[in-house]
């Protein structure tokens, strides 16, 4: 009622064109001189408060699709959005305005003891399994990551596995070392099938697993099936390929797939960890010095299986039963690593997935961006130039055929 007399006594100075003495009005109806101003001002009417649009308004309809998807957290569509509009607000106010409009999946969650390990003692190591994304193609993906974790600086490293084989679990656990650049002095699993086997309750590392721990000086420690208390740093860096998931109809091919888990492997790298308040890229300065040397190159190389080091021509095809798979002229006289898995051939230099090709019967394997790259640095011709020369040699060249690679 007194908002409703203001009103009226405004309105009557308004008819009498006479002036206002707001600190009078304020006294006698209790409010304040300033607010009774405004509605003066106002022509006597109520404030009406606009609320003010959300920087998120405008992407609502994607940020509902998104976290539909299976196992999708609200920090998965927030970097995901992140990494597609440059223009969105912070994380915290993404909190807000998707629990204020009810699009937020809430989950509990589940306390466990942490433990400490001391700098460069252990790194442990978990499959994340049956991931399946599907590309803006329709082709279905179905694929692991061994996901590893530095026990004192929280470093994770996520490396993708077509299977979970013993060999698998070997070159990544490989891939990983080199990326970190040494050895800790031990690898904390579960009891995965890739390590171990259980007859009658009693487990028995692989053969070649005891010979992988015995070349490399180290020990891989197994721990109970479901001992988060042993095992709860990296069950941690499980939680974050969840980012993979706003990606699912999103990307290209296998290629751009191991692109994105690598951007996404960095990225985690680089927040504050929870627990020690500080990116894990920053503490591993720290615990990398403490870590063994690596082993020597060529016994690392031996276990992976089918490997070939070639290297790269000026033509810029390496070799793979008879036929030639391009790579990028940059990599011309360098040393590349050449994996066959399945029907894909995995091109390495170092740890760098530099391409995955195709495994085919054609003579030549062109990549048309590899192909083009190398045509702009050796001759000068316009981009439309190459373009069309490209075109009309690479049709010819898919002609040919080379030797046939039955398995």
Known sequence: MTEINIFGMINILNTYKMKPNFSELARIYDL?????????????????????DSGFEKYKDEIISIMNKPGVTKKAAYEFLKDKYKDIPSYSTFRYYTRINHIVKFKSSIPHVRFETKPGEQLQ??????????????EIFDFNV???????????????????????????????????????KQILADNMSAIVSINNGTKHKHTKIKQFEKDLGLNIKLCGVRSPETKGKDESANRFLAWLQPYDGEFENETELIEILKKINNKVNLENNQTTNIPPSVLFQKEKEYLNPLPNKLLLDSYVENVDIQTVPPTLLVTYKGNGY????????????????????????????IIIHDISNKKFNY?????????SIRTNKS???????????LALLDTIKGDRNDK
């Open 367 to 375: 990549n048309e961006n590899h192909y083009k790259e190398g045509l």
């Open 32 to 52: 304040d001189r300033h607010t009774i101003k405004k509605y003066y001002d106002n022509g006597g009417k109520k404030l009406i408060s606009r609320k003010r």
């Open 383 to 393: 981009t439309t130039d190459i373009e069309e020369t490209a075109k009309e040699n």
């Open 326 to 353: 391009s790579v990028p002229p940059k990599f011309i006289n360098k040393r590349v690593k050449i994996i066959p898995i399945d029907n894909k051939l995995y091109i390495y230099f170092t740890t760098e997935l």
């Open 146 to 184: 061994l996901t590893s974790t530095l026990g004192y600086s929280r470093l994770h490293t996520f490396i993708y596995s077509k299977t979970k084989t013993t060999e698998d679990f070997i070159r990544c656990v490989i891939d990983t070392l080199n990326i970190i650049g040494g050895t800790p």
């Open 125 to 138: 190591v978990d499959w994340k399994e049956n991931i399946r994304l599907i590309s803006k193609n329709g």
